[in-house]
């Protein structure tokens, strides 16, 4: 079975830009989270879709957006980025149920704002 | 809020010795699941072990194992016969059982191992 697929792998962008970053789940992986990892604040979490739905979200601004599609593939969104938003974003999927929901993460998206 | 804490930012281990990585955690919550995930040079986060915190038994999975206090909220990986390749960050982590954020996992900030010859 594939792994989690992110594109693309490597961006360069400006300050004031937006940016999409794709996520490609586990085939049969209906949840979809995103993570922000940077030196200094570490691994923070973003977000979380289930069945199109925003289930979960952390503290993060507005700017930050995401959405899930019906194939469970999920793109998230950076409006008017600014220097901080450098990092590296990285999606995990998993399935449902207490047994079976353990996050499995793709190679993340490398992120440079310029 | 939960917080996950690691004392060692970095760790060093020759060839087929063991060591042991530290993480504590606290939280006010009884139903969790724990986590190990070792991110090489390739940024790729890989599952190394899990613990759901009903369970008793340590969790084990071929050289790697853990010990489990829940008592004392603390959650050790234990790396026996090292290899090169066992060189990565290593992450501990915590995801709520409340399925109202049972979603989110809260990192530790990492510990750098190295293996040497």
């Known amino acids: 079975k594939a792994g989690v697929t992110q594109t693309p792998r490597y961006l360069i962008k400006t300050r004031g830009q937006q940016v999409t970053l794709s996520c490609s789940p586990i085939?049969?992986?209906?949840?979809v989270s995103w993570y922000q990892q940077t030196p200094g604040q570490g691994l923070q979490f973003l977000f979380e879709?289930?069945?199109?739905?925003?289930?979960n979200k952390g503290n993060f601004p507005g700017r930050f957006s995401g959405r899930q599609f019906s194939n469970s593939r999920s793109e998230m969104n950076v409006s008017t980025l600014e220097l901080g938003d450098s990092a590296l974003y990285l999606c995990?999927?998993?399935?449902?149920?207490?047994?079976?929901?353990?996050?499995?993460f793709g190679p993340g998206t490398r992120l440079t704002v310029l | 809020a939960q917080t996950v804490t690691q004392s060692q930012p970095e760790m060093s281990v020759q060839e087929a010795e063991t060591v042991t990585l530290s993480c504590t955690y606290d939280?006010?919550?009884?139903?969790?699941?724990l986590f190990w995930y070792k991110q090489p040079p390739s940024r790729q986060m890989i599952l190394v072990i899990r613990q759901e915190a009903y369970k008793q038994q340590n969790a084990t999975e071929n050289r790697f194992s853990v010990n489990f206090q829940k008592a004392a909220k603390s959650f050790s990986l234990k790396i026996s016969d090292s290899q090169l390749g066992d060189a990565a960050m290593y992450f501990c982590a915590y995801r709520s059982g409340n399925t109202g954020t049972a979603s989110k996992l809260t990192f530790g900030t990492g510990t750098r191992l190295q293996v040497t010859l």
């Open positions: 085939s049969g992986h209906r949840s």
């Open positions: 939280t006010s919550e009884s139903d969790y699941y």
């Open positions: 995990a999927s998993s399935l449902e149920g207490r047994e079976y929901d353990t996050q499995y």
């Open positions: 879709y289930f069945s199109e739905t925003q289930r």
